[in-house]
C-alpha cells in the first residue's frame, strides 16, 4: 500500500534552516509528480512547492519563494523540502502527497502523518 512518511521538522529559530524528508513506498515514485503542503492551526491547507516526476519543473506559493526549494531524489524514493530564513509564519504541520487534480478531479490522493514544523525564539 502506498505509505508517505515525512521527517526533519522541530523547532527552529527566526532565520534558521530545515530539510524534511518524505520517503515514499508502495507506488512507482518517478511517475509521480509530488507536492508539499502546509496546514497552520485554524487555517486551510494550503500548497507550499510542486515538483515534476523527473525534476525538471518546480513550482511554489508566492510565501516560499527564494526561500523553500524542492528536490527529489527518484533512486531513494524521497522528496525533500528544504526550507531557508524561515519566518514564524511557516509554523504549521507539512505534508507530502502524489495527489494529482486533472480539471477539477483530485487523483491518489494520498498524505502521510505530517511533520510539525515551529518557528520560534
Known amino acids: 500500500q502506498v505509505q508517505l512518511v515525512e521527517s526533519g521538522g522541530g523547532l527552529v529559530q527566526p532565520g534558521g534552516s530545515l530539510r524534511l524528508s518524505c520517503a515514499a513506498s508502495?507506488?512507482?515514485?518517478?511517475?509521480?509528480?509530488m507536492s508539499w503542503y502546509r496546514q497552520a492551526p485554524g487555517k486551510e491547507r494550503e500548497l507550499v512547492a510542486a515538483?515534476?516526476?523527473?525534476?525538471?519543473?518546480?513550482n511554489y506559493a508566492d510565501s516560499v519563494k527564494g526561500r523553500f526549494t524542492i528536490p527529489r531524489d527518484n533512486a531513494k524514493t524521497t522528496v525533500y523540502l528544504q526550507m531557508n530564513s524561515l519566518k514564524p509564519e511557516d509554523t504549521a504541520v507539512y505534508y507530502c502527497?502524489?495527489?494529482?487534480?486533472?480539471?477539477?478531479?483530485?487523483?491518489?490522493?494520498?498524505w502521510g502523518q505530517g511533520t510539525q514544523v515551529t518557528v520560534s525564539s
Open positions: 508502495g507506488f512507482t515514485f518517478s511517475m509521480y509528480d
Open positions: 515538483i515534476t516526476r523527473s525534476g525538471d519543473s518546480t
Open positions: 502527497t502524489p495527489r494529482q487534480v486533472v480539471r477539477g478531479t483530485t487523483y491518489f490522493d494520498y
